[in-house]
């Protein structure tokens, strides 16, 4: 299993921009490559959602609506790391971001598929 720590959240204001990191450790690096992986979130009283994953090797991307255009997800298989680079911050941004990986090569947009989490980190957008 890969284990999986976020950095990078904060406070903002409307229109700046953020970037999350995802630290993969726990096997090598030839292996952590070999998972895809995205990043989710979850506002106060909803449910955890997709927000952008990437393929085991960065060749493939998708992104929920809402932040297409926004943020841009994408990977350093040589430093273990994912990151998300997030644009022109709305308050509907505001929610805890997690990463996550999965056992397989391509995108996944579905988050039962993915079996490693990390613990989150909090981003707030105020107006």
């Known amino acids: 299993q890969v284990q999986l720590i976020e950095s990078g959240g904060g406070l903002v204001q409307a229109g700046d921009s953020l970037r999350l990191s995802c630290a993969a450790s726990?096997?090598?690096?030839?292996?952590?490559?070999?998972?895809?992986m995205g990043w989710f979130r979850q506002a106060p009283g909803e449910e955890r959602e997709f927000v952008a994953a990437i393929s085991w090797n960065g060749g493939n991307t998708d992104y929920a609506d809402s932040v297409k255009g926004r943020f841009t997800i994408s990977r350093d298989n040589a430093k273990n790391t994912l990151y998300l680079q997030m644009n022109s911050l709305k308050p509907e941004d505001t929610a805890v971001y997690y990463c996550?990986?999965?056992?397989?090569?391509?995108?996944?947009?579905?988050?039962?598929?993915?079996?490693?989490w990390g613990q989150g980190t909090q981003v707030t957008v105020s107006s």
């Open positions: 726990g096997r090598t690096s030839r292996t952590n490559a070999m998972y895809a």
């Open positions: 996550a990986a999965a056992a397989h090569l391509g995108v996944i947009r579905s988050r039962q598929s993915y079996t490693s």
